[in-house]
């Protein structure tokens, strides 16, 4: 049977995959990984393939978007193949081409999820995820680009908060962290004045979401900034209007200043 | 060690769980779950017994949110607890009063996530994750509101997708159906005549989204609505601007019409 199924491996490491994904990588004929959309910092290929029994061809950015990834149809073409990607397979947008031109084939595709880095920061924040627009990612100063103030001040003014996934190099050498990218909203704000990104504005810093470490910390982007996050992924919320069960949980979970009470109805 | 760790069990079956969250409940002093929140149609308690070799405590809606899940706290007040959840733990709401309260107490929390019906469905259909604007739940029809049709309406103005959520009754016998979804959108169509919602407008129809044969159907409400979909889960998606790439998506995957491809940019 002419089959490619795409497995999320979920969050972090080995184990964040779901017995629904390591039953099917173990039935697989053969077995594709890629870990270049998405940081998994506890990730080891070796007790992965402890856990399933089998060898994993590695594929890179080049194999996949170069080469089309055809690696991964031709064996589809000749069996069942199964592709681990890290968090929910199709959340970054990367391998829809490749999803899309198995089905062109006549390769049957399934999905089989794994959990995502964006719920997994809603779920941590305890922010209320329907009250969420539109997600941005905040890029490295010399792609600067004043995008994410404009999505964040468009979802202010509709009292939804903005997740900010922060930029990560190819070579996932070199990561945003939030210092950098509130200082670079800072910046936007000196410009434009929309009074969303000053130092006395809320500001959510999570890093290592998925992880056994996570740290969250919520205050004025000012105290913020003077947080020690750590190492990566980081990511951002700027909320909007606060829920007060959201400013309790932001109290109880982020170390937010209790005096945010007083400012959520 | 007082411990409270939230652990959620994916999509559809005893199987969607992380490897990690099946560590997590075997070496948990007491082990309570959930199965409210969402409809987990393939879930087998004797399954996860079987696998997790552990007794688990079924807690009712009840439980949790009239007696402020005091069954769980104190299992966590003398050592550690997992509470398994349908999905990713906090994507409902439902259960950010309880962590709040735990970590109140001077309980530890954790969460092990798991994968989320929002991050799913967002894959299967092949639209970019970072193009959705707020997400709305349609409510039965004896709690009609026009607030769905204005969410909707907000997002296409900014050129955003909605992923809709369909109601779910309290006992789960209950779902509402797509067709019964886009009946009530053309009702308030009429009314507020945005062109939003009419029999022309594009949606996409998802059931099953997590289960080993979800469906899929994109076109005119006209025939998104002719469609059978068979059980629950079943949700919407009402898509803003389309990109080329999504356009070829929801022609692969979803059997959208071809002449979608001359109607995007």
């Known amino acids: 049977?002419?089959?490619?199924?795409?497995?999320?491996l979920g969050l972090h490491d080995e184990k964040g995959i779901s017995l629904k994904g390591i039953e099917e990588t173990k039935t697989a004929d053969q077995v594709f990984m890629e870990l270049y959309t998405n940081l998994m910092l506890g990730f080891s290929t070796k007790n992965f393939a402890e856990i399933t029994g089998r060898q994993v061809c590695i594929l890179s950015r080049h194999d996949l978007e170069e080469e089309n990834g055809n690696l991964v149809l031709d064996a589809a073409d000749n069996g069942k193949a199964v592709f681990l990607v890290p968090g929910d397979p199709?959340?970054?947008t990367t391998h829809v081409a490749l999803r899309i031109e198995a089905e062109k084939r006549g390769i049957r595709t399934r999905i089989v999820h794994g959990s995502s880095v964006i719920s997994a920061i809603m779920g941590l924040s305890g922010l209320h995820n329907y009250k969420f627009g539109k997600t941005v990612t905040i890029p490295f100063a010399e792609n600067f680009s004043e995008t994410p103030y404009r999505v964040i001040a468009q979802n202010m003014t509709l009292g939804l908060h903005t997740l900010c996934l922060l930029d990560i190099a190819a070579d996932q050498e070199r990561f945003l962290c939030i210092n950098e990218a509130l200082?670079?909203?800072l910046e936007v704000e000196k410009k434009n004045k929309l009074g969303i990104a000053t130092l006395?504005?809320?500001a959510i810093g999570i890093a290592r979401a998925g992880s056994?470490?996570?740290?969250?910390?919520?205050?004025?982007?000012?105290?913020?900034?003077?947080c020690d996050f750590g190492g990566p992924p980081q990511s951002l919320?700027?909320?909007?209007?606060?829920?007060?069960m959201e400013a309790e949980a932001l109290i109880a979970f982020a170390k937010a200043p209790v005096a945010l009470r007083s400012a959520v109805r």
Chains 1, 2 share one sequence.
Request: charge should be negative.
């Open 183 to 185: 200082s670079m909203l």
């Open 212 to 226: 056994d470490s996570p740290l969250l910390r919520a205050g004025s982007i000012k105290q913020v900034m003077a």
């Open 1 to 8: 049977m002419k089959e490619l199924v795409f497995v999320g």
């Open 200 to 202: 006395e504005s809320l």
């Open 237 to 244: 919320i700027l909320p909007g209007e606060l829920h007060f």
């Open 90 to 92: 199709f959340i970054a």
